[in-house]
């Protein structure tokens, strides 16, 4: 995770608040599950998305968020596992959907092997989405140029080509921001790699549904 100033500097930038429906993609080990149910408080809801393609995987994605939803406090998230193009049946119009480090993701075979595509999946959040909701990303920047070439060997995509993917669906760029940029990334390393994880150059882009 990130220290309290770029936490709190993202929360602001993804526009959630007391009383936010806030639909948080593949959440991992739930840290921004948890902030967000802090956030948004008991008017709020916080759907915890596992998506059906990654919640066979050995670490239990599923099985640690459906913990994280019996802590005192977390009666405002809901867990959902389903295939990532149900998630508008699966789910209520929310005003935020976040997606940290995943949309890369979106063009592996894996990710890809029940039927999601990038451009299924922003017309699937196009629909859950609120008018006038936010659709936040935040991933490892791959080199200029390289497109989406390194999503699969580095787990890296260019931010122009998920720029270029999501407006495809209707959205409307609304703010960018390099509150994670680090100049010291060379783009051509596994975000895995010990020399580098936890330290890749990020971007973070806001786009709104109109």
């Known amino acids: 995770m990130y220290d309290e100033s770029k936490l709190s ?50 670490n239990d994605p599923l099985g640690k968020i459906l913990t994280l939803a019996k802590e005192p406090g977390r009666e405002n998230v809901e867990v959902v596992s389903a295939n990532l193009l149900a998630l508008p049946d699966v789910t209520q119009p929310a005003d935020v959907l976040w997606l940290h480090l995943f949309y890369h993701d979106l063009h592996t ?36 140029g390289a497109g989406i070439s390194a999503t699969q060997s580095l787990h890296r995509i260019e931010p122009a080509s998920v720029r270029a993917e999501v407006e495809a669906a209707g959205f409307v760029l609304d703010a960018e921001s390099t509150m994670l940029a680090d100049k010291d990334d060379r783009h051509s390393i596994k975000v895995f790699d010990p020399s580098i994880k936890g330290r890749t150059d990020r971007f973070a882009y806001r786009f709104v549904k109109p």
């Open 9 to 58: 500097a993202l929360l602001r930038f993804a526009q959630v608040g007391a009383g936010s429906a806030v639909i948080d993609v593949y959440p991992g080990d739930g840290d921004w599950t948890r902030l967000f149910s802090d956030e948004v408080g008991p008017k709020g809801r916080v759907y915890s998305f596992v998506p059906a393609e990654v919640a066979h995987l050995n």
């Open 109 to 144: 075979a894996l990710v890809q092997a029940k039927g999601a595509t990038p451009a299924a999946f922003n017309r699937a959040i196009y629909e859950r989405l609120k008018p006038g909701g936010v659709y936040v990303i935040v991933d490892h920047a791959a080199a200029a």
